[in-house]
C-alpha cells in the first residue's frame, strides 16, 4: 500500500523558516516525480513545487521561487519542502503528493498525504 | 499562468440525478486535465487523468471528456459518497494549477 506521512508544520511568525518531510513507503520513491500542494483554510488547491526522480530538476509556483526549496532523499524515502521567509499567505495545509514515473504524465497526483499544517502568523 | 476555471462553484443534487461540472482552462491544454474528489478534513483523490481516463478502482459512473480548453466531468447516478468539492487541474505546462472547485451537496 502506497503511504505517504508528512510532518514538520506548526505556528510560526513572518519571517521565520520551517522545514516539511514527507516519508513515502509501499512503491519505489527513487522511480517517482513527486509534488508539494498546499491548501489555505477553506481554500482550493495550490501547487506549490515538484521535483524530478534524481533531483535534478526542480519546478516551483512564483510565489515561493526564491524562499521554497524542494529536495529528496532517496535513499530515505523522503521528500522535504524548506520554507523560508514565511508570510501570512503561506498559512496552509501542505500535501506531498506522488506525480508519476514518466514527464509526461508527472503532472497529476494519484497518491497524497493527509497533509501537515503551517501556520504563519504573528 | 493557465487560469482553470469551474462552474458551478456549488450545486445542490438529489441521490441518482446526473450531474456535469464543466471546467475551462485560459489556453488549450489538450488532454492534460486530471480531476479529484476531496471530502471534508480529506486529502484529495484523484478520479481521472488525460482528461477521460477513469483511475483504476473508480466507479464506472464517473466519466470525463473535453479537449483544448473546455472539460467536463459527469457523474451518471449520484451516490451518497459521491457528495464531495470537485477539483480539476491542468498539467500541461507548469506551474500546474487548479480550478477553484465545485461543491456538491445534498439537496
Known amino acids: 500500500e502506497v503511504q505517504l506521512v508528512e510532518s514538520g508544520g506548526g505556528l510560526v511568525q513572518p519571517g521565520e523558516s520551517l522545514r516539511l518531510s514527507c516519508v513515502a513507503s509501499?512503491?519505489?520513491?527513487?522511480?517517482?516525480?513527486m509534488s508539494w500542494v498546499r491548501q489555505a483554510p477553506g481554500k482550493g488547491l495550490e501547487w506549490v513545487a515538484d521535483i524530478k526522480q534524481d533531483g535534478s530538476d526542480k519546478y516551483y509556483v512564483d510565489s515561493v521561487k526564491g524562499r521554497f526549496t524542494i529536495s529528496r532523499d532517496n535513499a530515505k524515502n523522503s521528500l522535504y519542502l524548506q520554507l523560508n521567509s514565511l508570510r501570512a499567505e503561506d498559512t496552509a495545509v501542505y500535501y506531498c503528493?506522488?506525480?508519476?514515473?514518466?514527464?509526461?504524465?508527472?503532472?497529476?497526483?494519484?497518491?497524497w498525504g493527509q497533509g501537515t499544517l503551517v501556520t504563519v502568523s504573528s | 499562468a493557465i487560469r482553470m476555471t469551474q462552474s458551478p462553484s456549488s450545486f445542490s443534487a438529489s441521490t441518482g440525478d446526473r450531474v456535469t461540472i464543466t471546467c475551462r482552462a485560459s489556453?488549450?491544454?489538450?488532454?492534460?486535465l486530471a480531476w479529484y474528489q476531496q471530502k471534508p478534513g480529506k486529502a484529495p483523490n484523484l478520479l481521472m487523468y488525460?482528461?477521460?481516463t477513469l483511475r483504476s478502482g473508480v466507479p464506472s459512473r464517473f466519466t470525463g471528456s473535453g479537449s483544448g480548453t473546455d472539460f467536463t466531468l459527469t457523474i451518471s447516478c449520484l451516490q451518497s459518497e459521491d457528495f464531495a468539492t470537485y477539483y480539476c487541474?491542468?498539467?500541461?505546462?507548469?506551474?500546474?494549477?487548479f480550478g477553484p472547485g465545485t461543491k456538491v451537496d445534498i439537496k
Open positions: 488525460a482528461s477521460s
Open positions: 503528493a506522488r506525480g508519476a514515473t514518466t514527464v509526461t504524465a508527472r503532472g497529476y497526483f494519484d497518491s
Open positions: 509501499g512503491f519505489t520513491f527513487s522511480s517517482y516525480w
Open positions: 489556453q488549450g491544454i489538450s488532454s492534460y
Open positions: 487541474q491542468q498539467y500541461y505546462t507548469y506551474p500546474f494549477t
